[in-house]
């Protein structure tokens, strides 16, 4: 938005330097991008201004915020017409049907003007921020809007039907061609202005041809009007026109500049086009006007919030400089220092929200005082918290063990969006098959039409962007929320996975390279249950998107159930994919907030050792044997482990040799090799009798 630096100057003394003017603006919430020399202006200020800051978009609602920022008066702009003897009532009748959509209508008239060019000042004015002057009459009411924030129209009187202005609705086969010579079909959610017989205006948007004002008009009726946000905006939107007007209107015009609005206006154009003001303006109003705002400013609050020391004649001054009424009252009980009633100014009405239970938060008048004050001047400081930091909750417990697991497996934590692809959700295994996908009502693009049932499609999508960018090798994880429908409840059911995907060649030419594989990947997830203290079995499955015989589901073994899945994609790029996922809900019982590591010193007596090859059919996984280990283990069995498992020459067809270390250890004695035998000799029996081959022996 541009602003014209003499322009402003008319209404506060500023200092030569414009650069100076900008950096205090910006620092006060009004950004400068750039200042530039205009022709009719000796500079021009692009200010960003706020949408919650109507009142200044405007070159005197951005000059009261300089005035406080240097410390130097405002001067106002004489309003007040010279009138004739005949009343205003005499030459327009106005009525609101509308008040809702129009709480405000104020109306002059100026009659006997010459419409013709407007002099050399005004000109200057308009150009030098881009608008283009058009005559004497039409350019007032522009300049007025940059001068006051306030949207003006102006009508040909002798146009006007029945010489009548209605404020009301639009009627179904009703059209008005706008000033751009568009014509609009209108309906009664739109609010129009007009005359005796015809709608003459869009409230809030723009005027209708038929009633402009052209060179051959005389008498010219003057609006300012306050319209409801909302109308401004549907009939903005429904017929796509972004005017002046319309984008004050839609963020709060102030409805109490109306009747100044038009003396201001009926002055000028009497000064510049000739004619006589009649006497009085028309005012209607659907109720005396806005509630007054007001709120309690305690100045040691202030302080304590800003980590600084404002002095109070200083905050007197800087908010009645920028329009609010300010009033001392008695301090707090548990405050030092003075305390104000702040009451807002009808400009500010829509920037300040009244709380639940009466009143203004306060820290909407601390950023008032503190961006005057400067926020520059306010040392950077970390808040003091007083008392400690809560323990973790067991779901935070399980995210910081699991990140910090998998970070030391050499894997990179990544974030993605929580919207899928419908087809790569469908085409990837998820923890509940049956239940369908959440579809978006306005999805952002078709490849993210759904909210994720699983977290490995994004992971293999940030997988795959970089294997066709040259990355050798992949290891990638992420903890977050998927999303499952619940039929009947008002929210989806929203558990926390956590994926893993890796891929590719570790090393390099002068060290020993390795393909990361499925079992990588097993090691990975291994090392995850067992930070977390979760025993984990892997049972092959049959799963979508997973190559078959290199696909299993993830077991808990203390509930039996399902709690993940891992395995190898059968879609392939530059090099394959390993994918795991696992529901953290299945891992968070085993750790509370009192979680702690028991630490056992270990025996000073000596360890045995002992070897058992057990042949097996084929397909009893390991998990099963693990499991048997564990419920049959004999006395002093502090540990084993699968040593080897071997096929070939010597063993059965579609039989397995898996040997098995174990390790014997006594706390209180050292253990005789007989003593070692005897347990031994019966774990061995119970395994052979639940595992041992009983096909035909080898040929």
Known sequence: MLFARDWL???????????????????????????????????????????????????????????????????????????????????????????????????????????????????????????????????????????????????????????????????????????????????????????????????????????????????????????????????ARRFALHTDASHRFERGADPEACRAATDRAAALIAEVAGGEVLAGAIDRRAAPGLPLLRGRLELARLNSFAGAAVPAADVERWLAGLGFGISPVGPAADADGPAWEVTVPSWRFYDFTPRPGGGLYPADFYEEVLRIYGLDRIAAALPALPGSDGPQTAAQLVRDRVRRCLAGAGFSEAINFSFADPAADAALP??????????????????????????????????????????????????????????????????????????????????R???????????????????????????????????????????????????????RLEAEEVYPLFAAEIALAALTPRIGPGAHLAVETPSRFPAVSADFTLTQPLDVPWSEIEAAIAAASPPDLVSFALKDRYRGPGVPEGAVNTTIAFLYNARDRSLSQDEVNERQAALTQELERRFGWKGAPAP
């Open 9 to 235: 100057g008319s209404y506060v003394e500023l200092p030569e330097d414009a650069a100076q003017v900008a950096r205090r603006l910006t620092f006060a919430g009004f950004a400068v991008a750039s200042i530039a020399p205009v022709a009719g202006s000796d500079a021009v200020f692009d200010v960003e201004v706020t949408s919650n800051r109507p009142d200044c978009m405007c070159h005197l609602g951005l000059a009261r915020e300089l005035a406080v920022l240097f410390d130097r008066p405002l001067r106002q702009p004489e309003v007040r017409p010279r009138e004739g003897a005949v009343p205003v009532g005499q030459a327009v009748r106005v009525d609101v049907e509308d008040a809702a959509g129009c709480p405000r209508f104020a109306a002059r008239v100026v009659r006997g003007v010459r419409v013709g060019p407007s002099p050399a000042w005004l000109r200057a004015r308009l150009e030098a921020i881009g608008l283009r002057a058009i005559n004497n009459v039409v350019d007032v009411t522009n300049f007025v809007l940059w001068e006051m924030g306030q949207p003006l129209h102006a009508y040909d009187l002798a146009r006007l039907a029945g010489g009548r202005i209605v404020v009301r609705r639009g009627r179904g086969g009703e059209a008005l061609t706008t000033l751009d010579g568009v014509e609009r079909r209108l309906d009664p959610e739109i609010l129009v202005i007009a005359d005796g017989e015809r709608p003459i205006g869009l409230a809030g948007v723009m005027g209708g041809r038929d009633s402009e004002v052209a060179e051959s008009t005389s008498d010219v009726l003057i609006e300012a009007a306050h319209f409801d946000r909302r109308r401004v905006r549907l009939a």
């Open 430 to 511: 998820n923890l509940r098959p049956g239940t369908p996908p959440l579809l978006l009502a306005n999805p952002l693009s078709e490849r993210a039409a759904a909210l994720r049932r699983s977290l490995v499609p994004n992971l293999v999508d940030s997988a795959r962007f970089n294997q066709r960018r040259g990355v050798p090798a992949v290891r990638l994880f992420e903890v977050a929320t998927v999303f499952f429908d619940r039929p009947g409840a008002p929210l989806p059911d929203e558990p926390e996975h956590v994926a893993l995907v890796c891929g590719g060649r570790l090393g390099s030419p002068w060290s």
């Open 513 to 567: 390279e390795l393909d990361l594989d499925l079992f990588d990947l097993k090691g990975a997830v291994e090392g995850l249950a067992e930070a977390l203290g979760v025993r984990l079995a892997a049972r092959p499955a049959t799963l979508p998107g997973l190559l078959a015989g290199a696909a299993a589901e993830l077991l808990d073994l203390d509930s039996g159930e399902v709690a993940g899945y891992m395995g």
